[in-house]
């Protein structure tokens, strides 16, 4: 088949939660169909990556956006109904493109990677849009499949939760507005993908008649995992070692982290004075280096290419986050690297593995402490870790996985045909 995907950022490295997943898609699909790639590229450093994707695509369409422009872009959106996320991610260049690929080439299916990526779709002058006037593909109408991830328009209603004036009232509005738009997708689409049943369940209830299905991330079990260095460890990391992994420009992680510091790691400090937090993430804020600044038990480490090197020397991972939705790459990766994890339950609730023995749910500042300060002597059982293998290996295995995506691709019909 021939296959159009369209994605809000290059797809590579794998090393973040949208491109790990993206990633993996076009990797699998590009084992049986021809993959035609379009994508934004909104960091200089993503620019040397490009060739790296052409091995997996038949060709690669891309435009370099600035994220401050972009953001210029949106204001007018903030008095309008529409989202501003959709702006940001547009491009006229790459719309072109991906005009172009529609007219000279017969398509079986267009596949959109995150909501904003519709709108390509919806503005293309050649494809056969939803609610306007329609042109004509040639051949035929493509089947056309939308992978949402998480519900994004819940994140805002949580960024608006934890925010000030008037950043809430901003955040609000893109809430609305983005699930207006999301539901609009829906309808137009043959099929809606989300990273769990809880967030199919969480769209349904607001767009009841959209075709949707859940198809989990994976996580390379043996990438991660750590059978000969497990006990080795430098000079400087003995003691607790506590981490936390991330991009650390993304608002949900940055206020998570701001919370563990000032909510639970004064109780770990006065149990533990010997204990250390690790924030591995690029791009950190002003806020999160103020901290280290002042704190030497706090170490940021900014980007690092392999995160492993923290993982295998750590003694507990925690997932303090407030605001989260879907399935946490960084709670499997941790689970991988042999680490017990200690999260909230909306960091956790879209994993699926409540009242195990390897991954513990704790809401309350003192009881999250108190929980991340007993892996101070002791390690997960031999039992544990083989039921922790084996949770991994059944539920999140990338190949098993995304069979999904064969079977919808060969599923007879489109809502367009």
């Keep these: 088949m021939n296959i159009l995907y369209l994605c809000h950022r290059i797809p590579y490295p ?165 699930m207006a738009y999301e539901k609009k997708i829906g309808k137009a689409f043959d099929i809606s993908i989300f990273v769990s049943d809880a967030e199919v369940k969480l769209f349904k209830s607001f767009a009841p008649d959209v075709n949707a299905i859940s198809i989990p991330n994976g996580v390379d079990l043996s990438y991660f995992s750590n059978t000969t260095n497990k006990t080795i460890r430098s000079n400087e990391q003995k003691g607790f070692n506590i981490l936390f992994t991330g991009a650390m420009d993304y608002f949900p992680n940055e206020d998570g982290v701001l919370y563990f510091y000032y909510k639970i790691w004064p109780i770990i400090k006065d149990k533990l004075p010997q204990s250390r937090f ?16 002042k704190d030497k038990d706090v170490l940021l480490t900014g980007y690092v290419d392999d995160v492993r090197q923290y993982a295998w020397k750590a003694d507990v991972f925690v997932a303090p986050l407030r605001i989260a939705r879907g399935i946490q790459n960084k709670i499997l990766e941790a689970l991988a690297a042999g680490l017990p994890v200690v999260a909230t339950s909306r960091a956790s609730q879209g994993i699926g ?53 064969e079977k919808i691709l060969n599923i007879g019909g489109t809502r367009y045909s």
Excluded at 16 to 21: M, P, Q, S, Y
Excluded at 121 to 149: A, N, T
Excluded at 278 to 293: A, C, D, F, Q, R
Excluded at 375 to 388: C, G, M, N, Y
């Design 353 to 405: 593995c409540n009242g195990n023995e390897f991954l513990f749910i704790e809401n309350s500042a003192g009881k999250f402490a108190e929980r991340t300060i007993s892996f101070a002597d002791k390690r997960l059982s031999v039992k544990a870790v083989e039921k922790r293998e084996s949770f991994l290996k059944q539920k999140y295995d990338w190949s098993g996985n995304l069979i999904e995506l």
């Design 14 to 178: 794998p090393n973040k939660g949208d491109k790990i997943r993206s990633f993996n898609e076009v990797k699998y699909l590009s084992k049986k169909h021809k993959i035609y790639l379009a994508f934004l590229i909104d960091d200089e450093k993503d620019l040397p990556y490009v060739n790296e994707l052409k091995k997996y695509c038949e060709t690669i369409d891309y435009d370099f956006i600035r994220p401050g422009w972009q953001k210029i872009k949106s204001l007018p959106y903030l008095l309008s109904r529409k989202p501003f996320t959709v702006p940001y991610f547009y491009s006229k260049k790459l719309q072109k493109a991906v005009d172009y690929r529609l007219s000279t080439i017969k398509f079986d299916a267009i596949f959109a990677f995150s909501s904003p990526m519709a709108e390509y779709v919806f503005k293309s002058k050649i494809f056969p849009l939803p609610d306007g006037e329609r042109g004509r593909v040639r051949g035929g109408y493509p089947k056309l499949i939308i992978d949402f991830v998480d519900v994004d328009s819940d994140k805002w209603r949580m960024y608006a939760e934890y925010s000030k004036f008037p950043k809430t009232l901003i955040y609000k509005n893109e809430w609305k507005s983005l």
């Design 278 to 293: 690790y924030i591995v993430g690029g791009n950190p804020s002003k806020k999160l280096k103020t901290i280290t600044e």
